[in-house]
């Protein structure tokens, strides 16, 4: 499915489906504050109308995406010990060598490159914007990668910089936990004592405020689970799609190919990069089964896609782009 | 008088419409330019690089002087190359007179676990992907350009202000392909 798109329509397909996925984050923010105006607050009827819930729900969620903008990749970085790369050191002067050859090759600018001291393969980009990125990379990773495959890595994080993913990532993950967090509320107050409140403001209405209410109580509880679907599906989409321009930049699939399957055989959890940063990073970082195997519940739950999957869609644009890399 | 202003409105949009189809064919031209400048920077690394590499490796490898001499000569060549199509063909040469020298020192243990030797191997192998990069760069850029100057309408615009395509780097890519199997049969 994914393999047989090239590259532009797979970009034109993911700004869609990401506005989409917006659309509907800030719908669900929206249908639960409604539920609090009409059920709670009675501030929405047929006579008088300040949406005061719904305004603040969605607002809520914009506000926490804005301040996981400003601080979240600083946080990230400090928070997984990374150090800048050190060009007198032989090992981190030639991945400084290989960002700047991606940075070339991409026409952006270079980003701060830096080494986190954890000996498990993995790397991760942060940043908003193009112009103040960096690109991390553990020592694990350059220990066990040729350089043809490191470059392969680096091409796949320059191109989720290129793509702006970072930045969209950031925004999802901070829709979700908002939506999330809204829900908890909801459902909580709907056990403890909301219970007096409702009677009184929808009581009076017909059988239409009970479809409303029955609507209502779907959506807080869909709500955490389908918003967890989709951010699941955006950042498993994002990374095919670096996958692809990565490959774009190197004209060489199979580095990348076979730096994942390097990555895979040694797929135990980076202790050094925290849960929400799993996102960012070319392999799972939390060693979670569900990345590495295939089938229904990989499809749905994983931020990665089987990494199987991804070798197999790499081998394909090898064959596609044909000559030389195939002979590599 | 409806009329009248109608035709000013048209008119006033067609000049809006051929200056920004101006101003971006300009962008796209300083884009290429740079794009040309890049790969110049790279080249010239190269160049500056080569010289340490052959003395470094001289004294251990008294019996490949032929193969330094031809890496220098070709060096030479690559440094007074005139235009595109000519630097390009000079480049490639030198391209396989140093992949051939890096194999050639593979032979030499002594070399292989120098230090300083590997750090010019690892600044020339780096230094030449940049020069591929670059390369690449500059055709997606150049074929962005030539593609403006050609599409209907803006090619109006184009001729009209005497914009020239861009030339396109040939990447050899078969030829560069042919030289480490040349040198497998070397090493046996």
Redesign the interface.
């Known amino acids: 499915m994914v393999q047989a798109r090239n590259i532009y329509e797979q970009q034109a397909h993911n700004k869609r489906l990401t506005f989409v996925v917006m659309l509907a984050f800030v719908a669900f923010l929206g249908i639960i504050g409604l539920g609090f105006d009409s059920f709670y607050l009675g501030t929405v009827s047929r006579d008088f109308f300040l949406p005061v819930g719904t305004l603040t729900a969605v607002a809520f969620g914009s506000g926490s995406a804005m301040w996981s903008l400003r601080g979240g990749s600083r946080a990230v970085l400090s928070s997984s010990g990374a150090i800048p790369a050190d060009p007198a050191n032989?090992t981190h002067?030639?991945l400084l060598?290989?960002v700047?050859?991606?940075a070339?090759?991409?026409?952006l600018p270079r980003p701060s490159v830096h080494v986190v001291p954890d000996d498990d393969p993995n790397a991760f980009a942060t940043g908003n914007a193009p112009q103040k990125c960096a690109i991390s990379v553990t020592q694990g990773l350059l220990n066990r990668l040729t350089?043809e495959e490191l470059?392969g890595v680096v091409a796949h994080e320059m191109s989720h910089i290129r793509n702006y993913d970072v930045r969209l990532m950031t925004v999802v993950a901070a829709l979700l936990g908002a939506t999330l967090l809204l829900a908890d509320w909801a459902r909580r107050s709907l056990w403890y004592g909301g219970g007096s409140k409702r009677r009184r403001s929808s009581g009076g209405s017909s059988g239409a405020g009970a479809i409303l209410l029955v609507v209502w109580l779907l959506g807080v509880i869909l709500a955490p689970i389908i918003g967890q679907l989709m951010a699941m599906a955006v950042s498993r989409k994002r990374e095919y799609l670096a996958d692809a321009s990565g490959a774009e930049?190197t004209?060489n699939p199979l580095g990348l190919a076979s730096a994942l399957r390097k990555l895979e055989s040694a797929s135990t959890p980076t202790a050094s990069i925290k849960r929400g940063a799993a996102h960012l990073c070319i392999v799972d970082p939390l060693g979670r089964n569900v990345n590495s195997k295939e089938g229904f519940a990989a499809e749905l739950f994983g931020t990665h896609p089987p990494i199987e999957k991804r070798i197999l869609a790499l081998q394909a644009m090898a064959y596609q782009y044909g000559?030389?890399t195939t002979?590599a | 008088m409806v009329f009248f202003y109608v035709i000013l409105g048209a008119v006033i949009l067609f000049i809006f419409w051929v200056v920004s189809k101006y101003n971006s064919l300009i962008t796209l031209r300083n884009q290429v330019l740079n794009?040309w400048k890049?790969i110049d920077v790279?080249l010239k690394r190269r160049h500056d690089l080569i010289p340490n590499l052959v003395n470094t490796v001289r004294g251990q490898m008294q019996f490949e002087q032929e193969t330094l001499t031809k890496v220098i000569e070709a060096r030479n060549a690559a440094v007074s190359a005139k235009g595109i199509a000519d630097s390009a063909a000079k480049e490639d040469v030198l391209s396989s007179a140093l992949s051939k020298l890096f194999a050639l020192v593979e032979n030499y243990p002594t070399l292989r676990s120098n230090?300083n030797v590997?750090?010019l191997q690892?600044?020339l192998?780096?230094t030449e992907?940049?020069i591929s990069?670059?390369r690449?760069?500059y055709n997606d850029?150049a074929t962005k350009f030539n593609i403006a100057q050609q599409v209907f309408p803006s090619n109006i615009i184009a001729s009209m202000f005497n914009f020239k395509p861009a030339e396109l780097f040939e990447i050899q890519?078969?030829a560069e392909?042919e030289v480490p199997t040349v040198d497998l049969s070397l090493k046996k």
């Open positions: 032989p002067q030639k060598n290989v700047e050859e991606m070339i090759a991409s026409g350089r470059q930049l004209r000559g030389p002979a | 794009g890049q790279q230090e590997k750090q690892e600044e192998t780096s992907n940049k990069f670059a690449q760069f850029i890519v078969a392909r």
